[in-house]
């Protein structure tokens, strides 16, 4: 029990100090893992499993969408805000439908933007 403990305090210490770089990648790796576990469940059959974590990922999206300053960002965040409006669409048909083929459509893309995002972050971090 107190090996728990410490771990739920190291969790809330990554966050509670993280940047707001490390956590946009804490939210996409999130988005990656309730992804695949909505995936699985759909083939599991799950329904239940299946819908809770694509509406997990869906709220991630919705969430960076929220963050995103279109105004300030232009282009780039106009783009961005495409892909992530993409992905939710693709989320609530595959969630609708509970359809793995739809599942491992995005699922790649998902994995690609929390990629990017790393890699920026990474480039950012160098440049510092």
């Not at 107190?2 to 956590?23: H, T």
């Not at 804490?26 to 809770?52: C, N, T, Y």
């Amino acid at each position: 029990m107190q090996g728990n403990n410490a771990y739920n305090v190291y969790k809330n210490n990554s966050v509670n100090f993280a940047s707001k770089e490390q956590l946009l990648l804490m939210l996409l790796d999130g988005a990656v893992k309730f992804s695949k576990i909505g995936r699985q469940a759909i083939e599991d059959k799950d329904i239940k499993k299946a819908h809770e974590n694509i509406v997990k990922t869906q709220d991630i999206f919705y969430e960076l969408i929220n963050s995103l300053d279109v105004p300030k960002g232009g282009e780039w965040a106009e783009g961005l805000l495409k892909v992530y409006e993409f992905i939710i669409d693709r989320l609530v048909n595959a969630n609708i439908k509970k359809d793995i083929t739809i599942m491992d459509e995005v699922i790649p893309i998902i994995e690609d933007v929390r990629n990017t995002w790393e890699e920026a972050y990474n480039i950012s971090k160098t440049n510092s």
